[in-house]
């Protein structure tokens, strides 16, 4: 699928991914967070290599360095917001749980922080989306068409909490097809093949 | 159907572990039906097989023309053979030995028993039929020799069936048959040994109440034993192994629920998985009666030839055990009559099979075809709220398990009706050994028994730690109004209650000569009630009339006892004897008293409980039951397996967001922890209910509905039930998780199948 790929993502940074169907974009979201094993290469994230790690080993990288925003939010049904929020802070460090509080008041979110996602927009789902990839304090945020399911005026609110979250010094990768993302991105790469141009 | 099969190859590992499903569900019902129509039908089997005569009278010996001339006369006979039954015999063969033989004298005619290996006895001199139970536990063939006392060494010429008894060793006494030619021989042509056993059999069996009321003034003035009919025989049989008969048949049930349940929710989950396959099936333009019966040709494809290995494979394991029990039983196994219930069960297997298919593709079929492309979901509406406390990761997994409420509930009634199954294994499992051990279960209350006369029961009375001493006489007799109907009598010569006590279930305790509390088992079969008449015959006396004035819970004797006072039956027979019945004072040493006691010449022996003490038939109904409790832990875990398996193919995508977000392997065990919590914290409960409230009496009544039987449900048992159940999640809980993380986490989030 992919093919000489070399992508750094440098701290602060939000790159944008485009190109056409089926040319790889999700899978390098896939193998850049650690969910899908490249057959050749090597991939880092903060400094740590992803190969040869157990199943824990790579779930512990995670949860302390990546966060992931996707197309259709995914959150978990049966839980509230919040919930989906608190249930990201369980796999991080200590402090986590205490942002979650600040981070949905960040995400203007407070009002239908108790809502289950089938009572929730799409909008407000991928803002508690962007809210759970951020409550462990990743160094990298990977978002995979986080605008593709959503209104402009709801896809312009999620683009803005990603770009302020680069200011903190994180790293946002984003695949899209989105104009308007690739308008605000530091860089934008073009996928073509599995080869980045 | 080509079509079909190339479905199904496309769907290779999906197709085997919906095959391995259903062939457990098949082996489940195969073991439950194997045993439960073995057992339901071994009777009438064994007794067309045997030609068991309508009615067994005994008699004291006769000349043969006396018994003749009245017995022939009576109406609605087809046939009478007599023969001699010669009790206390020595019998000893291949290194075994017994006493207490029985030899039956056989005449020529109908014989009343079934060859099953070798030959009848026929005009060959020095031959004998062994009964099928002796030659099993004394490991005998055809061709082989035994010492009959009297008789000298006889060939083995055949082994032979017969179901007026439970077979030995668990009726005591060893039976074999020679002919009456072999005691001519013996003993020259002049010898008239008499007979005392007349089978009867019927031309119309209906019209037995005819036959029996001619038979009474026939036999009158006969000393007539015992007048047993073919439905009293086959009750003495059915409360042998009622028990086991109860609990197999709630075992069926359980098997079957489950079965069931699992086939039709696997169905109905590989349907909902291919909800986007139907979709594109639509789009084409296929019709919504073609879809769904492409579905349920898929489904019946797998589940025939799993279904029919399943039940094979659990018929096979059945049979030998099911062998043994008929055996003890004195009863026939089915053979190739099994074929059709197992045929039954199969097209029932099928038929849930294509059903768990038919029904949801159907429901799924009504919806847009554009949803069905969007993998359509069963569930209707947004997802309300639910009032379940959050608990984090366990909470969540009681929240997916909640979600889908119709597997829930299916699974919980499955799980609870196996728990309480459970339950009652282990409650019988007590009972029996209580009745083997403890004579506080049959009421009694005397510890120790010694040979003697009343009187010296006031100078075993004065031994310190003796509370109480009286003799004990037993009578053996019938009603005089049904001569078919045997009862004991248990004497005391006063109160009887400080010795033994069955539970009062109506009226009130005997306080003079002719007053007696009779067993439910006996009211039931007479009709008697407080203030009823009862005309009794003591073997080798006259009638006695005693007033009913209560009737009690006895498990004696099958209920079918008489507590009375000693004087009467005194008078009737001056010779009543029976042992010296010791209650001990409340909190004595009971060594210290049998020291006493040897001290004083009684030579003591301990009260036992009343289930046959044969090692044999008490270690094959433990392997029964283990068998049984190791069954219902099998279809538990395979339904608490497939209910985790199902939630983790329906929240792959959380699962796998999940893992995405960093949720290492343990989190994943404790969501699907609490799955597993939410289906059996409430299937335990509900056992206990249901074991409290329903399968315990109702397998009580059906045991022994003279009785109270002791069916309760105790702290250890539900300890060892819910630790049972849990240890079988926590095993299901293993095996899922290390399923669900050997998979990529991008492949549950991007795909949906």
Redesign the interface.
Known sequence: MLDGVDLDLMPGELVAVVGPSGSGK??LL?LA?????PEAGEVEVAGERLSGRS??EL??L???H???V?QAF?L?????GE?NVR??A???TRDAADRVAALIDAVDLRAVARS????LSGGEQQRFAVA??LV?DPTVILADEPTGNLDARSGATVLDLLRRSTDSGRAVLVVTHDPAVTARADRVLRLHDGSLA | MRRALRRLRGRRRRVLTAAALTAAAGLAVGVAGTVGFSLATGYDRAAQRTDQPDVLGRFAPQRLSVLRERLDRLPNVEAISYRLEVNRVRLAANGQSKRNGAVHVVRPGRRGYGVVAGRDLGSRAGEALVERGVAEEWKLQVGDRIDVGGLGSLRIAGIALSVDNVAFPLATVPRIYVSEAEISRRFGADANPGVNLALVWLADPSRLDITLAAARPAVFGLRTEQLLTKRAVRQVIDQAAGIVIALLAVFGLVACACAGVMLAAASAAEVRRRAPALGVQRALGATRGAVVGDETLDAVLVAAPAAALGLGVGALAAAGPTANLLGFLNEVAPGSALLWPLAGAFAGLVTVAAAGAAWPAWRLNRKAVSELLRGGDLATGPAKRRRVPSGGLFGLGARFAFARRGRWTSTISALAVAGAAMLLVLAVADLLVSLRDDPGTLGRRYALTVPGEQRDARTIARIPGVAAAAQRSTVEAADSFSLTEPLRVIAYPGDHVPFEAPPLAEGRRLAADGEVEVGLGLADTLGLRPGSELAIQPAGSGELRFRVVGIVRALENDGRVVYARTARLRDADPSLGGPIAIRLASGADRADVVRRLDAAGFESSATGGATPRNRSFLGVLASVLRAVALAIGLVCLAAILQTLALTTRDRRRALAVMRATGAPPGALAAVLTGTAAALIVPAVVLAVLLQRFVLGPIVAELAASYATLPLGVGATGILLVGGGLAAIGAVAVLVVTRAATREPVAAGIERDD
């Not at chain 1, 967070?33 to 094993?37: E, H, P």
């Open positions: 999700s899978t896939h967070g650690g969910l899908d094993l199943d824990a779930a512990r995670r949860a302390r990546v966060g992931f996707f995914h978990v049904a049966e839980l509230s919930e249930l990201a369980r796999f991080g289950l996602p089938a009572q759970r990839a462990n």
